[in-house]
């Protein structure tokens, strides 16, 4: 009998799923162009949680976000969860797990969950650095990342131990590329806002190609994204300049890892196990770049939520699909790659009726016709969940359109997400909130993450002592918070007192 196939799963971090498989491309993706030719583009992949922690914890379970209760970054799946490389090792493969994982519980910053839980305080606090352009080193340095590493290091095991192998195995990696980088000036817990390339990189960009993007008047925009823009350091003035260097530098980001995946290629070319492997090249999110005039993730928005989603392997035709699919649709794929028994009660649905037509394409019409997204952390005011299903992107902010004005899109006429739709389409705002409604009891969960977030501050806050009134003050939104310590104080007893009532 023939060997199972391996599976090379490559995943970065925040790359916008746009870039990938076109031909008229803003930026030089070698790598990824080479899979597309010879595999599946899945042209409207979504994370079901945009950032990191709770998009992984979605993704390595393949469950969602208001399953595992992976609210923010803070909070993750066990330690010992029976993940789908788990489940690989139970069918007999030989897992080598490499790079960023991050879907357990306890990573992050304090900064990070304290933002989580006090989303719904009444202030707005500066939560992150001014996004920032960084050109270092000179037209011959291609290392900038740290990621350079994990390339390396997957090289070298497929070369010792993976061409030795005589079963079938597992190789993940996980490359933090293109996240922004750290800023330190800004604080003990400083945040990633600096796009860092060097002018090699900045090579692979085409500059005619890097588009201003058009914002709303502030005055004008949605109150969640007001919030959004402001709490990312975002509402000040920026010069077309700094806007068009974050974005370039942001694809020549890109780059880079498209690089690092290119030498894991070769390296499984040089070892001759390309033609009885499946390589899969995803990420946990998007990057947002200043359109909408923010940059980071936590949004709906598709620069934000579209992901790449790249396959090629054995028998995996050259086609392009326009089918919606999900992060948390791996895991069956995966069981299916490896002919193994699927978990009981996943939540995605497998991609090999896309990936093997002929052997699963009865299946098909098993695949849903939507995909659900939602997100609970830092940097907003309130959980938004979205919908999308056909041309239409629906995304309803709390407990839904009776609160606050939901986000209707029409992607086929408007995909920059520049028109809402939300109040002129009040019978499509109305048949989207339904069908929303049936997959998920949207309400019930904002009640249950808001629950948490009073718990898990209370318990945080409790644990300080003495030290909550120092810690509290030197978090990432330190120089707001500097301006009225007393008052922002004051705004956090009056939230816990409201939620305590509202959940009596």
Same mark, same amino acid.
């Given at each position: 009998?023939?060997?199972?196939?391996?599976?090379? =799963?490559?995943?970065?971090?925040?790359?916008?799923?746009?870039?990938?498989?076109?031909?008229?491309? +803003?930026?030089?993706?070698?790598?990824?162009?080479?899979?597309?030719?010879?595999?599946?583009?899945?042209?409207?992949?979504?994370? %079901?949680?945009?950032?990191?922690?709770?998009?992984?914890?979605?993704?390595?379970?393949?469950?969602?976000?208001?399953?595992?209760?992976?609210?923010?970054?803070?909070?993750?799946?066990?330690?010992?969860?029976?993940?789908?490389? +788990?489940?690989?090792?139970?069918?007999?493969?030989?897992?080598?797990?490499?790079?960023? !994982?991050?879907?357990?519980?306890?990573?992050?910053? $304090?900064?990070?969950?304290?933002?989580?839980?006090?989303?719904?305080?009444?202030?707005?606090?500066?939560?992150?650095?001014?996004?920032?352009?960084?050109?270092?080193?000179?037209?011959?340095?291609?290392r900038v990342s740290r990621d350079w590493r994990f390339a390396d290091k997957a090289?070298?095991?497929?070369?010792?131990?993976?061409?030795?192998?005589?079963?079938?195995?597992?190789?993940?990696?996980?490359?933090?590329?293109?996240?922004?980088?750290?800023?330190p000036e800004e604080g003990e817990n400083a945040g990633a806002s600096t796009f860092?390339?060097?002018?090699?990189?900045?090579?692979? $960009?085409?500059?005619?190609?890097?588009?201003?993007?058009?914002?709303?008047?502030?005055?004008?925009?949605?109150?969640?994204?007001?919030?959004?823009?402001?709490?990312?350091?975002?509402?000040? %003035?920026?010069?077309?300049?700094?806007?068009?260097?974050?974005?370039?530098?942001?694809?020549?980001?890109?780059?880079?890892?498209?690089? #690092?995946?290119?030498?894991?290629?070769?390296?499984?070319?040089?070892?001759?196990?390309?033609?009885?492997?499946?390589?899969?090249?995803?990420?946990?999110?998007?990057?947002?770049?200043?359109?909408?005039?923010?940059?980071?993730? #936590?949004? #709906?928005?598709?620069?934000?939520?579209?992901?790449?989603?790249?396959? !090629?392997?054995?028998?995996?035709?050259?086609?392009?699909?326009?089918?919606?699919?999900?992060?948390?649709?791996?895991?069956?794929? =995966?069981?299916?790659?490896?002919?193994? +028994?699927?978990?009981?009660?996943?939540?995605? !649905?497998?991609?090999?009726? =896309?990936?093997?037509?002929?052997?699963?394409? %009865?299946?098909?019409?098993?695949?849903?016709?939507?995909?659900?997204?939602?997100?609970?952390?830092?940097?907003?005011?309130?959980?938004?969940?979205?919908?999308?299903?056909?041309?239409?992107?629906?995304?309803?902010?709390?407990?839904?359109?009776?609160?606050?004005?939901?986000?209707?899109?029409?992607?086929?006429?408007?995909?920059?997400?520049?028109?809402?739709?939300?109040s002129a389409k009040k019978d499509i705002v109305e048949q989207m909130d339904e069908?929303?409604?049936?997959?998920?009891?949207?309400?019930?969960?904002?009640?249950? +993450?808001?629950?948490?977030?009073?718990?898990? =501050?209370?318990?945080?806050?409790?644990?300080?002592?003495?030290?909550?009134?120092?810690?509290?003050?030197?978090?990432?939104?330190?120089?707001?918070?500097?301006?009225?310590?007393?008052?922002?104080?004051?705004?956090?007893?009056?939230?816990?007192?409201?939620?305590?009532?509202?959940?009596?």
């Amino acid at each position: 009998t023939q060997q199972k196939p391996n599976i090379v =799963f490559v995943i970065c971090d925040s790359m916008d799923g746009r870039l990938v498989g076109n031909k008229d491309n +803003v930026v030089k993706l070698p790598a990824l162009d080479g899979m597309t030719k010879n595999g599946v583009v899945f042209r409207n992949t979504y994370s %079901n949680n945009p950032i990191c922690c709770p998009s992984r914890s979605a993704l390595w379970s393949g469950l969602h976000t208001h399953v595992t209760q992976s609210w923010n970054n803070h909070k993750g799946l066990p330690q010992e969860y029976p993940t789908w490389a +788990v489940k690989l090792q139970e069918a007999g493969y030989t897992t080598e797990i490499m790079g960023k !994982t991050d879907y357990t519980s306890g990573h992050h910053t $304090v900064s990070n969950r304290v933002e989580a839980w006090t989303r719904a305080v009444n202030f707005t606090l500066r939560q992150e650095g001014r996004p920032t352009p960084l050109l270092v080193g000179n037209s011959s340095t291609k290392r900038v990342s740290r990621d350079w590493r994990f390339a390396d290091k997957a090289v070298e095991w497929l070369k010792e131990t993976g061409a030795k192998l005589e079963g079938p195995f597992l190789l993940y990696v996980g490359i933090n590329l293109p996240h922004p980088y750290s800023t330190p000036e800004e604080g003990e817990n400083a945040g990633a806002s600096t796009f860092k390339t060097s002018p090699y990189w900045l090579d692979f $960009v085409d500059k005619s190609k890097v588009t201003i993007p058009q914002w709303i008047p502030m005055n004008e925009m949605h109150s969640v994204d007001f919030y959004d823009s402001k709490v990312k350091n975002c509402t000040s %003035n920026f010069t077309r300049d700094e806007i068009f260097n974050v974005r370039q530098y942001y694809y020549a980001m890109c780059a880079e890892t498209d690089a #690092m995946l290119g030498q894991i290629m070769d390296g499984l070319r040089e070892i001759g196990k390309d033609k009885n492997s499946y390589v899969f090249f995803s990420s946990d999110h998007g990057e947002m770049a200043m359109e909408h005039r923010q940059f980071y993730k #936590m949004t #709906m928005y598709e620069a934000s939520s579209h992901v790449p989603l790249v396959v !090629t392997g054995p028998g995996v035709p050259n086609h392009q699909i326009d089918d919606v699919a999900q992060l948390i649709d791996l895991f069956p794929t =995966f069981m299916d790659v490896a002919g193994a +028994v699927h978990p009981p009660g996943l939540n995605g !649905t497998s991609l090999m009726p =896309f990936l093997q037509p002929h052997v699963y394409g %009865n299946k098909l019409e098993e695949r849903p016709d939507y995909v659900l997204s939602q997100y609970h952390g830092c940097n907003v005011n309130m959980s938004s969940f979205m919908l999308r299903t056909g041309k239409y992107k629906y995304v309803a902010y709390g407990n839904g359109p009776s609160q606050i004005q939901p986000h209707l899109f029409d992607l086929s006429q408007d995909p920059d997400e520049l028109h809402d739709l939300g109040s002129a389409k009040k019978d499509i705002v109305e048949q989207m909130d339904e069908r929303l409604r049936s997959l998920i009891d949207y309400p019930s969960v904002v009640r249950e +993450v808001d629950a948490y977030n009073r718990a898990s =501050f209370q318990e945080w806050r409790n644990s300080l002592g003495e030290q909550y009134d120092h810690t509290i003050a030197n978090l990432r939104w330190w120089m707001d918070w500097q301006k009225d310590p007393e008052g922002n104080q004051a705004y956090i007893d009056q939230w816990l007192k409201q939620s305590s009532g509202n959940l009596d």
